[in-house]
């Protein structure tokens, strides 16, 4: 079982920056793919970016890539994600999610490509 913990969401301006964070437990950190999801109110879950077990390989969603990066520190069990240059339309509910198994990228752009996720942390960009 592996259990996920976001923080760092909350309310920013436009422009403006935040650093979420995703703690999770269990030894095997080192072994997950990583991922961030994001939900805005009556909108599907959609993918923002990924990051391999090793921390060498991300890919990110065409609507993020440029202002978003994703990065891990497996010594501290601990993905981060940085969002720069924030729009209102980045508004959601951030989840963090890991995948024990080693799916394909394709299936890490999805929600089924992930075994666990987080609680999610609220982020709201003010116009």
């Known amino acids: 079982q592996v259990q996920l913990v976001e923080s760092g969401g909350g309310l920013v301006q436009a422009g403006g920056s935040l650093r979420l964070s995703c703690a999770a437990s269990g030894r095997t950190f080192s072994t997950y793919s990583m991922g961030w999801f994001r939900q805005a109110p009556g909108k599907e879950r959609e993918f923002v970016a990924t990051i391999n077990p090793s921390g060498g390989n991300t890919y990110y969603a065409r609507s993020v890539k440029g202002r978003f990066t994703i990065s891990r520190d497996n010594a501290k069990n601990t993905v981060y994600l940085q969002m720069n240059s924030l729009k209102p339309e980045d508004t959601a509910v951030y989840y963090c999610?890991?995948?024990?198994?080693?799916?394909?990228?394709?299936?890490?752009?999805?929600?089924?490509?992930?075994?666990?996720w987080g609680q999610g942390t609220q982020v709201t960009v003010s116009s």
């Open positions: 999610a890991a995948s024990i198994t080693s799916p394909s990228l394709v299936q890490l752009t999805t929600t089924r490509g992930y075994d666990y």
